[in-house]
Nanobody, 116 residues
């Protein structure tokens, strides 16, 4: 069993910063990719950023140059540093973990609200 626990969400003014964390525990050998996704009210869940076990990163165009994804030294934690936040970044942010075998797990989400 795998557990993902996100933290770091909250309310911030436009232009501000937040850092999200996601800690994975349980049977977490052979992780291929960890990532962050978000879902705004009335919209579909979308990719924000991913990082592979080789530390290759991928970002959506809407967050490039503003957000940075990274992993902790123990490789079981993933972070999302969000700078220059905009009201349109308001969403529930979800952590996702994908194993080399293809299975994946999602966290329960953390809410980010950016006020104008």
């Amino acid at each position: 069993q795998v557990q993902l626990v996100e933290s770091g969400g909250g309310l911030v003014q436009a232009g501000g910063s937040l850092r999200l964390s996601c800690a994975a525990s349980g049977n977490i050998l052979r992780i291929r990719t960890m990532g962050w996704y978000r879902q705004a009210p009335g919209k579909q869940r979308e990719l924000v950023a991913t990082i592979t076990d080789g530390d290759n990163t991928n970002y959506s165009d809407s967050v490039k140059a503003r957000f940075t994804i990274s992993r902790g030294s123990a490789k079981n934690t993933v972070y999302l540093q969000m700078n220059s936040l905009k009201p349109e970044d308001t969403a529930d942010y979800y952590c996702r973990l994908i194993f080399w075998g293809g299975s994946d797990y999602w966290g329960r989400g953390t809410l980010v609200t950016v006020s104008s």
